[in-house]
């Protein structure tokens, strides 16, 4: 355990003795000798230096030391050190931050020693009390917190630790501070505050919180302009920031005229901004739950107000159905209203009228009307208010009902027609038949039918497919010439026939009569719709189904010709013609049955020979005279039928049609061999003209053949001739031509050689001069580097010369050359300096003689 321990100035070590198990305190500077029965148990160690503005704080610190007795340690308690001498450790006490005791011979004590706090202006710090004690006469129990408010720099003690710091909140123009108490206390202004008491601070600038006031947020000020204001609600009974008092539950508006700028008070909060109603000129609206003089909501209360004006909404109130504009009607305008509850109109001119609840009247104008808030704007329907003259052209009209009569008429035109108060646009349906059928023009039929191209001309716009009909104008059709329309009217239960060209109008309770005839090849009932029914001339085509007397079956194709033939003018007459409802089915079913029932009567062959006369005929009947008739009149419904034709006949069994067939073919193949053999004769004829010609032409091609190979023969020979010539002579000139390319190739290899070699030889001349160019630009900047050197050493040692001098001082240097030179060593290294030679160039000079040089005679000192 023995050993030396040097201790260095400023250092400390414990020794523990192992005998008597006391540590004691040591510090330097000296060298310790341990003893056997002595241990080094910590150190050397640097003493602590507490700087000037920081502290420590020491743990367990040493009451009373005596060297060599056993000493009391403060077991839980710490002293705070602020800046003194350095001091050591004594054994047990423990420095906060640096715990371990060996380590502070390297690190030190860095994290042990901290500054001192220094609190600045509007600013604190937070302080709380850890034993009872008593600071500045206040007694302090433990936990209490307060606070020190700056400027000032704060010395830790043990009492009292630091919770934390205080930052001002800086309170703007505009702005409130929200402070909220965590517990019972009475504020620096004296106010008495109880726990969970919230309250805003509103002087401006910094504002440090106390240590029981606890910072909500930061409250900007609502700006109120003009058109803006704040609508406010009462959270509980309080008094407002303009000082009124509140029930809780209330709500009120800020305005611009009562302040510029306001931050609700606790307990109250701001709903939201309220924007200024503006109303112009002819603008109005009906404000409900008006609010009175006193700020009052009177609840169920309506109030009118017109334009120019500007106003808020209070709370509660609302404006019903938006901001409206004044009704500016012309003079084919008008509005329909009703009271809603009893008043006297002072707008009807002379005189004020009394109006009832439920009172329906019309105003027209020209004029400019706001109603009252007992009356209400009828709306028409389509969601406008205003009633406006419909125009009305030639054949055009609307359906209108009178309320009153529950009664529907027609209004025609041309004209512009202004419903009354107690009318109203009334829409006629019609079924979608009919509708289809006006959208096609009048007929509407499936498959390929003649007719239907015939009601083209008159489509209407109205009914064109995909708009939307006006069920409220009257319904209209253009009957095309030379037809007749039948309308019905259900309510008198008679019916009219109007005839074309002519345009229908339909009257409130009349509807048009549909006909349904059979249409297409052969005859299908029911497939075409039409309103109009065609007087004719026209012509009906059927395919109708025969028997011969030899059980022949034929289909015959006919075709007769049809018109009407009536009185007019005479009711009854015009009407017959739409007593029957098919009139085309109905003639070809009575056509049908008489020609079936002639050609029954007669052979194949025959009918064959005379069926235009037979069909004639059976259709017209004969006269007395025996003569065919020229026409067929049905009494039923006035039809004509004038003329039959036969527009083709053709077998329905198909062996007779096969026969018939195959004879048909054999006259054709006949007729057809014929031909052919003519064909061939004159073909076979032609054909001997051509050989011939082909004889006479090859002969003719072999001669000039002949002619053409003799030349041939005579250019080859030519050819082969200058080929063998040409041939030499090109080979010759290639070798001449290739040894002088050769020639020329051998000479510029040559000069380009020449060339390189040049230069190569320059790059290298340039690249060696340039070497040496950098090699005597290096060693001139070398050497002026150097002399710098010297010339700064030169000026460096002077000036340390000359420095030593002064420092030495004269009567030192005059000591040190009257002195010998065992005293002059001495004295030069009491005072540091070495006795050497200092080298200036390349003369060396003692610095004694330098000294004795330096120095004047005793006589001159």
């Keep these: ?184 206390f009475t504020d620096k202004d004296g106010v008495t505050h109880v726990s969970g008491e919230e309250w805003l601070v509103r002087k401006e600038g910094a504002y440090l919180p106390g240590v029981y006031e606890e910072v909500v947020q930061l409250v900007s000020a609502y700006i109120l302009k003009q058109d803006v204001a704040l609508h406010l609600l009462a959270e509980h009974s309080c008094r407002d920031a303009l000082g009124k008092q509140r029930q809780a539950g209330e709500e009120w508006l800020v305005t611009v005229d009562d302040t510029e700028m306001y931050i609700p008070e606790i307990g109250e909060k701001a709903v939201q901004p309220i924007k200024k109603i503006v109303l112009e000129k002819g603008q109005y609206c009906t404000v409900c739950n008006s609010v009175n003089a006193d700020g009052r909501a009177q609840l169920g209360c309506e109030e009118l107000r017109k334009g120019h004006t500007s106003f808020f909404l209070h709370p509660g109130e609302l404006i019903k159905d938006g901001i ?48 009252p808030v007992q009356v209400h704007v009828v709306d028409q329907g389509n969601g406008a208010l205003v009633r406006r003259a419909i125009p009305l052209d030639d054949m055009e009209g609307i ?177 017959s013609i739409f007593s029957v409802p098919d009139f085309i089915g109905f003639a070809c079913r009575q056509v049908g049955s008489r020609i079936r029932g002639a050609v029954s009567r007669v052979r194949f062959d025959e009918f064959h020979r005379h069926s235009n006369k037979l069909l004639q005929g059976a259709v017209f009947g004969f006269d007395a005279d025996g003569n065919i008739k020229n026409r067929l009149k049905f009494k039923a419904n006035k039809l004509v039928i004038s003329n039959v034709d036969i527009q083709g006949i053709e077998p329905v069994d198909l062996t007779m049609r096969d026969s018939l067939i195959k004879s048909v073919q054999m006259a054709i193949e006949i007729s057809t061999k014929s031909i052919e053999r003519a064909a061939a004769h004159d073909a076979a004829r032609k054909e001997q003209e051509s050989r011939g010609l082909i004889d006479r032409q090859k002969l003719l091609n072999e001669k000039e053949a002949e002619q053409q190979r003799a030349k041939l023969f005579e250019l080859q020979a030519e050819a082969a001739a200058i080929e063998s010539t040409g041939q030499a002579k090109a080979e010759a000139q290639a070798r001449a031509e290739s040894l002088l390319i050769e020639c020329h190739s051998a000479i510029d290899s040559a000069r380009l050689k020449a060339q390189a070699d040049e230069v190569i030889h320059e790059s290298e001349l340039q690249s060696r001069n340039l070497l040496r160019m950098s090699e005597l630009g290096y ?83």
Aim: aromatic letters at 6%; glycine letters at 8%.
């Design 1 to 184: 355990m023995a050993g030396v321990v040097n201790i260095g100035p400023v250092e400390f070590v414990h020794i523990l003795d192992v005998g008597t198990n006391i540590t004691r305190l040591e510090v330097g500077p000296q060298r310790l000798m341990c003893l056997n029965n002595e241990k080094l148990e910590a150190g050397p160690i640097p003493c602590v230096i507490v700087p000037p503005g920081h502290y420590c704080r020491i743990k367990d610190p040493m009451s009373h030391y005596e060297k060599g007795q056993q000493c009391e340690l403060k077991h839980g308690q710490v002293e705070i050190r602020f800046h003194q001498d350095p001091f050591p450790l004594y054994p047990g006490e423990i420095i906060e931050g640096a715990e371990d005791l060996q380590a502070f011979s390297t690190r030190g004590y860095k994290k042990a020693i901290h500054h001192l706090p220094v609190v600045k202006v509007n600013q604190a710090i937070q302080l709380k009390a850890v034993l009872d004690h008593e600071v500045d006469g206040v007694q302090r129990l433990a936990g209490d917190l307060w606070q020190l408010e700056g400027p000032l720099t704060y010395k830790p003690t043990a009492e009292a630790e630091i919770v934390g710091w205080v930052n001002p909140a800086v309170i703007g123009q505009g702005q409130a501070l929200h402070l909220k108490a965590k517990q019972g």
């Design 324 to 371: 409206k504009e004044q009704f500016v009607m012309a003079e084919d305008q008008a509005i329909v209203l009703q009271a809603s509850s009893a008043f006297k109109d002072d707008s009807v001119p002379g005189g004020p009228v009394k109006r009832t609840p439920g009172d329906l009247w019309m105003i027209k104008g020209p004029i400019s009307y706001i109603p």
């Design 399 to 575: 359906y209108v009902r009178n309320l009153k009569t529950g009664e529907v008429r027609a209004v025609m035109g041309p004209d512009s027609y202004l419903l009354t108060e107690h009318e109203q646009l009334w829409e006629k349906e019609l079924p979608p038949l009919v509708l289809t059928i006006l959208q096609n023009g009048g007929g509407h039929g499936a498959g390929d039918i003649r007719k239907l191209a015939y009601f083209e001309s008159s489509m209407d716009a109205d009914y064109a497919p995909g708009k939307i009909r006006d069920k409220t104008r009257v319904v209209r059709y253009r009957c095309p010439g030379n037809t007749a329309v039948q309308v019905y009217k259900y309510q008198e239960k008679t019916a009219r026939v109007v005839f074309g060209p002519d345009m229908v109008i339909l009257g409130p309770q009349e509807d048009f009569n549909v006909l349904s005839l059979s249409a297409g090849k052969p005859k299908v009932e029911n497939a075409l719709q039409t309103i109009c029914l065609m007087l004719g001339p026209d012509y009906i085509t059927d395919i109708l189904e025969v028997e011969t007397s030899d059980h022949a079956r034929l289909r015959v194709r006919i075709a007769f010709n049809n018109y009407f033939e009536f009185e007019g003018g005479n009711e009854q007459s015009e009407k």
């Design 779 to 861: 060693k001139r900047r070398l050497n002026e580097t150097e002399i710098n050197k010297a010339d700064e050493l030169c000026g460096i040692e002077a000036s340390r010369f000359d420095a030593m001098v002064k420092a030495l001082g004269a009567s030192t240097i005059a000591a040190i050359a009257s002195a010998g030179p065992k005293l002059q060593a001495e004295l030069l290294e009491s005072l540091g300096i070495e006795s050497t030679l200092i080298m200036s160039g390349d003369n060396p000079i003692n610095l004694f003689k330098t000294a004795k040089g330096m120095v004047p005679s005793a006589g001159n000192l």
